[in-house]
């Protein structure tokens, strides 16, 4: 069956240069401390919390990667209504400012997973496919 209503306009986050600039930074020092001082300060970014999301989980620390991609996912959230998102429509995984909210989804689905929680490791999954699956594909490949 095909959806004659038109799809919502896709939802493009701001980039944020001082957040980025400082989560670069953490790159070149490649620490949790450096990670997470980017988290602290600057909150509502979700690029920080999903490199500490990553992070915990490459490590095999699955709940603080849940709590760490839950953070970062809700953020995001509060950034996309913010930007026009009415809780459906695509979240392009090819602009760069969404990335940071698509990781932290990608994470939370994985972590909820290894926690036991099969539904909302699905949902999330799902949800990130609906916000674009090249998301999914580009994320699942970097595994």
């Given at each position: 069956?095909?959806?004659?209503?038109?799809?919502?306009?896709?939802?493009?986050?701001?980039?944020?240069?001082?957040?980025?600039?400082t989560?670069?930074?953490?790159?070149?020092?490649?620490?949790?401390?450096?990670?997470?001082?980017?988290?602290?300060?600057?909150?509502?970014?979700?690029?920080?919390?999903?490199?500490?999301?990553?992070?915990?989980?490459?490590?095999?620390?699955?709940?603080?990667?849940y709590?760490?991609?839950?953070?970062?996912?809700?953020?995001?959230?509060?950034?996309?209504?913010?930007?026009?998102?009415?809780?459906?429509?695509?979240?392009?995984?090819?602009?760069?400012p969404?990335?940071?909210?698509?990781?932290?989804?990608?994470?939370?689905?994985?972590?909820?997973?290894?926690?036991?929680?099969?539904?909302?490791?699905?949902?999330?999954?799902?949800?990130?496919?609906?916000?674009?699956?090249?998301?999914?594909?580009?994320?699942?490949?970097?595994?």
């Open positions: 069956m095909q959806n004659l209503l038109p799809e919502p306009p896709a939802t493009l986050l701001p980039v944020h240069d001082e957040a980025e600039a989560l670069a930074a953490a790159h070149e020092a490649d620490t949790d401390e450096a990670y997470a001082t980017v988290a602290a300060r600057f909150p509502t970014f979700s690029a920080g919390w999903a490199t500490l999301a990553t992070r915990a989980l490459a490590q095999g620390q699955v709940v603080p990667a709590a760490f991609a839950r953070t970062g996912y809700h953020r995001g959230l509060d950034q996309l209504r913010r930007n026009g998102w009415r809780g459906h429509g695509p979240v392009p995984w090819s602009h760069e969404n990335r940071g909210f698509l990781r932290c989804l990608y994470v939370l689905s994985r972590a909820a997973d290894e926690i036991g929680e099969a539904d909302e490791a699905a949902r999330c999954a799902q949800f990130l496919r609906d916000c674009d699956p090249a998301a999914g594909d580009a994320l699942a490949s970097d595994d």
